[in-house]
């Protein structure tokens, strides 16, 4: 079977070489497993059927059977079209063509009776049907076996070369037969019974060609768990695989460092969420496997404070910790960060970034290998081949995203054992998309704030409403409190915005006048330098008003900073409204977040600001967004080897089918961890076949 589904689709009948090009270069579908897996994207309802006197201009679509009456082709060149003339037996209706004149002149014959499908169109106060599919009638009655025809996804150049929605079909009717009684089970039988599957060659046939409504949603649900099930399999599978291969050092003794720093140093009673979190990594580092945990947390909730306490287990080990960020300024506020929170612990801790000079830098070097130095935070500059360690037993990566999976595994080769991972995020990921995402992984989840933290106030504000701003921002500065102002930048029209942000500038510098008010700006084209100097300037509480672009999303703690003003903010995305919100609302006083907004929004953009004004929490945020904008592009947010390869699953729409299809996966695996049961064969068949030439599935053996 694997064989005749790996033919090439120019062998099939009707296609042939030039075709299988165009449908190679056009819609990636290059063997019969390739057409058989393009799935129609709607389906029509053919049992309906209008009388030409039925026909109205506003009607959707139309379905009519008649004899064709006359064939014309009227205008020379460019401006030549085919009209026909379709009788049934209360009237007469046109049919026209401007393109595939020729073809449709050669192959309509006078008197033969037609089925015709097409949305009216009125011209001159007529009706009329332009570019209808059309069949003979015997032709149709001998295809339509159910209610709903399939609509795949085609383009113009596949329709210049008569491969329309159309065509498809009759190719996709043409391999079906061939495939009858062919088409293995992939899945155990266990999970087509529990799960209540339809069989995998029902679903197949009935996704082209359904019977009716009915069975076209099992067959539907059975591809959307089959697609979700091989995925989580694979991800479970490599999870395994990483716990067999892995071994990791054993951190046994909590000691002196994490008890201290838990007894004197530390700032505030940890949630539960932080201490369940604790748990689950401790628990993590007694098992003498490599960790490989993601911690999720919203803005504010205290990952850094779980993150050190890590290290601090990692450090009373007697090993070594590293803490890598995507940015100087984020690796320069952690470096701070932890440096007051150790104060008067003999932990040494430095920063190594770009902007180290060769000096410091060697002498870092020196500490780091002499095992003297305790704790290294910095950005790129960690995976440097000069940079060496005595005893690298932690990782730390700070929203791990931004880096590539090539500079991940440069850090954790800093040890001839791998270190422990300990991977932290503040973008909040909705857990079904979690699953897939990062499905190899352990997940944490700290979802709750720490206490006596005063929710942002957030406001949705239109243009009109400028002048109660300008009032709002001079009470909040009397009151000794600093603001930023947030202007988009989209790469596509980057001049027009520096353009906005400098004109937004001049007009705060001229509305909120020096000496008496203190106004600065931050944008990516300045110099580093520069942008540091404006950055410390406000950081230090020098200046009283930020005027920036999404440089501040990430990275810039001021806790005295009490109001985010976001232009233009239907722009934004919901995750990264999110996150310049989190930029305030670090101190004890109350925080706002003024969304400013032209005062045309569309019904996205709507949803966008009540979802912002409704509610601080991320995750929720992060669900909205999701549906919104869907899940994007996974492998380039993933970063990582898996194939992440859906035609019908939705991970925006999908969540419970993605939770039952990991809980099968996981069943699987528990009873089978190799798939060597003759039950699972047919998978792991199907699996080493898919992902040739992909995934290395040597793994499963």
């Not at 409504?213 to 979700?228: M, Q, S, T």
């Not at 694979?234 to 990483?242: G, I, P, S």
Request: charged share 25%; hydrophobic share 40%.
């Amino acid at each position: 079977m694997s064989q005749l589904l790996s033919t090439s689709i120019e062998y099939l009948k009707g296609v042939g070489p030039k075709r299988a090009e165009i449908l190679a270069a056009e819609l990636g579908v290059r063997t019969y497993r390739g057409l058989l897996h393009h799935f129609p994207f709607r389906y029509e309802d053919r049992t309906k059927f209008y009388k030409v006197s039925e026909v109205q201009g506003d009607l959707p679509y139309v379905q009519l059977v008649g004899e064709l009456t006359n064939i014309q082709e009227i205008g020379t060149k460019f401006k030549k079209r085919l009209v026909a003339k379709l009788k049934d037996d209360t009237g007469t209706i046109e049919l026209v063509w401007f393109k595939g004149v020729t073809y449709f002149a050669k192959s309509l014959k006078v008197g033969e009776k037609y089925v015709v499908f097409a949305k009216p169109n009125v011209f001159n106060s007529k009706i009329n049907l332009v570019h209808p599919e059309v069949e003979t009638l015997i032709e149709f009655k001998n295809a339509v076996q159910s209610k709903l025809q399939a609509v795949y996804p085609s383009t113009e150049k596949l329709a210049k070369f008569s491969l329309a929605s159309k065509s498809i079909s009759r190719l996709l009717r043409t391999l079906l037969p061939q495939l009858k009684y062919k088409l293995e089970e992939n899945l155990p039988a266990t999970v087509v019974a529990d799960f209540q599957l339809l069989n995998r060659e029902a679903a197949m046939f009935n996704i082209h060609f359904p019977t009716s409504v009915e069975v076209l949603k099992k067959a539907i649900a059975r591809i959307k768990f089959e697609e979700l099930f091989m995925i989580q399999l694979e991800l479970l599978k490599l999870k395994l695989v990483n716990l067999e291969k892995s071994s990791g050092f054993v951190f046994g003794e909590v000691g002196e460092k994490f008890n201290g720093f838990y007894s004197n140093n530390l700032p505030f009673e940890l949630t539960g969420a932080q201490k369940r979190v604790l748990k689950e990594i401790r628990r993590d580092l007694k098992r003498g496997k490599q960790m490989n945990r993601l911690l999720q947390g919203d803005v504010g909730s205290g990952k850094t404070i779980v993150a050190l306490m890590t290290i601090l287990i990692g450090l009373d080990n007697g090993f070594q910790a590293a803490l890598m960020a995507p940015t100087e300024i984020l690796a320069t506020q952690h470096y701070e960060g932890l440096k007051e929170l150790l104060v008067g612990m003999d932990i040494e801790v430095e920063l190594l970034t770009g902007s180290v000079k060769a000096k410091k830098r060697r002498e870092i070097h020196e500490k780091l290998e002499g095992g003297t130095l305790h704790i290294l935070i910095g950005t790129h500059a960690l995976i440097e081949d000069k940079v060496k360690f005595k005893n690298l037993g932690i990782a730390v990566i700070d929203e791990q995203h931004r880096f590539g999976v090539a500079q991940r595994a440069k850090l954790y080769k800093k040890n001839a054992i791998p270190p422990h991972v300990l991977i932290m995020t503040a973008t909040p990921i909705p857990r079904t998309l979690a699953m897939t995402l990062y499905g190899d992984l352990d997940v944490s989840v700290i979802d709750e704030l720490p206490p006596g933290r005063k929710e942002i106030q957030t406001l949705h504000w239109y243009e009109n409403k400028r002048l109660r701003l300008f009032g709002f921002m001079e009470g909040e500065i009397a009151k000794g409190r600093q603001i930023y102002i947030v202007y988009p930048l989209i790469e596509e029209s980057e001049k027009l915005d520096y353009a906005t942000l400098e004109e937004g500038y001049q007009h705060i510098f001229k509305r909120f006048p020096a000496p008496k008010y203190k106004v600065s700006i931050v944008h990516g084209k300045m110099k580093a330098d520069v942008k540091q100097f404006e950055m410390d300037r406000f950081v230090n509480g020098e200046t009283d008003i930020m005027v920036s672009t999404t440089v501040i999303e990430v990275g810039v703690n001021v806790p005295n900073a009490s109001v985010m003003i976001i232009e233009s903010a239907e722009r934004f995305g919901l995750s990264q409204l999110h996150q310049l919100r989190g930029r305030v609302g670090r101190g004890a006083e109350q925080s706002y977040c003024v969304l400013m907004t032209g005062n045309k929004l569309s019904s996205d953009g709507r949803l966008r600001m009540k979802t912002m004004t409704g509610t601080n929490d991320g995750f929720q945020i992060a669900e909205v967004d999701l549906k919104l904008r869907g899940p994007g592009d996974l492998r380039g947010t993933q970063q990582s080897g898996t194939p992440i390869d859906l035609k019908l699953a939705n991970l925006a729409t999908d969540g419970e089918l993605i939770e039952k299809a990991r809980k099968a996966a996981n069943q699987v695996l528990e009873n089978d961890p190799n798939l060597e049961r003759q039950e699972n064969l047919g998978l792991l068949t199907y699996l080493r076949e898919k992902n040739r030439g992909k995934m290395n599935w040597s793994k499963i053996s």
